[in-house]
T-cell receptor
Framework: NAGVTQTPKFQVLKTGQSMTLQCAQDMNHNSMYWYRQDPGMGLRLIYYSASEGTTDKGEVPNGYNVSRLNKREFSLRLESAAPSQTSVYFC????????????????FGEGSWLTVV | QQQVKQSPQSLIVQKGGIPIINCAYENTAFDYFPWYQQFPGKGPALLIAIRPDVSEKKEGRFTISFNKSAKQFSLHIMDSQPGDSATYFCAASIVGFGNEKLTFGTGTRLTIIP
């Protein structure tokens, strides 16, 4: 049971280069997310997708684009990387937590460490 | 705008002690408050969660205390162990149908010393 799988694990980019972070989940979840984690800033939502074919901006979307390729896959693209995008990126998906009245549980991947030089 | 404020930023507790991590929220529409635990090199994972209709929830050694009027909630770890050393995030969201976006606190790095 893989859960949420994201690639690559580590990447070094030069300023201005582009790249795509890939993410796939095998839990049949409708909702998927991309977060970035920076020291002292916690986890900040970049983009999310409530269902296949829909995407919406989160708290920090500038400099990023996303594609919800199908129900399983949600990719994050940096078109022209900047040093400010050096961060750890987490893909996640969410499904209902067991129990009456519970909210959704968000399941995270293991992260992608991106350095922009 | 930080909608969920978490403190302290870091915490060192001796084994067996009771670390307490506090969070305060602003949006009164929030009605789901989970805590996530993150070990180095891993993604966060759900630890325990509470809805505002109860003031306390316990799961094993972990307890959430919730004060709706003060818009505050906290995580207590009883009989803490070195294996509890991790970063803890509180979060809040509005339960609905389909997509839910969690707003996270800034995290607390907890170290339990033997």
């Amino acid at each position: 049971n893989a859960g949420v799988t994201q690639t690559p694990k580590f990447q070094v980019l030069k300023t201005g280069q582009s790249m795509t972070l890939q993410c796939a989940q095998d839990m049949n979840h409708n909702s998927m997310y991309w977060y970035r984690q920076d020291p002292g800033m916690g986890l900040r939502l970049i983009y999310y997708s409530a269902s296949e074919g829909t995407t919406d901006k989160g708290e920090v979307p500038n400099g990023y684009n996303v594609s919800r390729l199908n129900k399983r896959e949600f990719s994050l693209r940096l078109e022209s990387a900047a040093p400010s995008q050096t961060s750890v990126y987490f893909c996640a998906s969410s499904g209902r937590t067991a129990g009456v009245g519970s909210g959704n549980t968000i399941y995270f991947g293991e992260g992608s460490w991106l350095t922009v030089v | 705008q930080q909608q969920v404020k978490q403190s302290p930023q870091s915490l060192i507790v001796q084994k067996g002690g009771i670390p307490i991590i506090n969070c305060a929220y602003e949006n009164t529409a929030f009605d789901y408050f989970p805590w996530y635990q993150q070990f180095p090199g891993k993604g966060p994972a759900l630890l325990i969660a509470i809805r505002p209709d109860v003031s306390e929830k316990k799961e094993g050694r972990f307890t959430i205390s919730f004060n709706k009027s003060a818009k505050q909630f906290s995580l207590h770890i009883m009989d803490s162990q070195p294996g509890d050393s991790a970063t803890y995030f509180c979060a809040a969201s509005i339960v609905g149908f389909g997509n839910e976006k969690l707003t996270f606190g800034t995290g607390t790095r907890l170290t339990i010393i033997p």
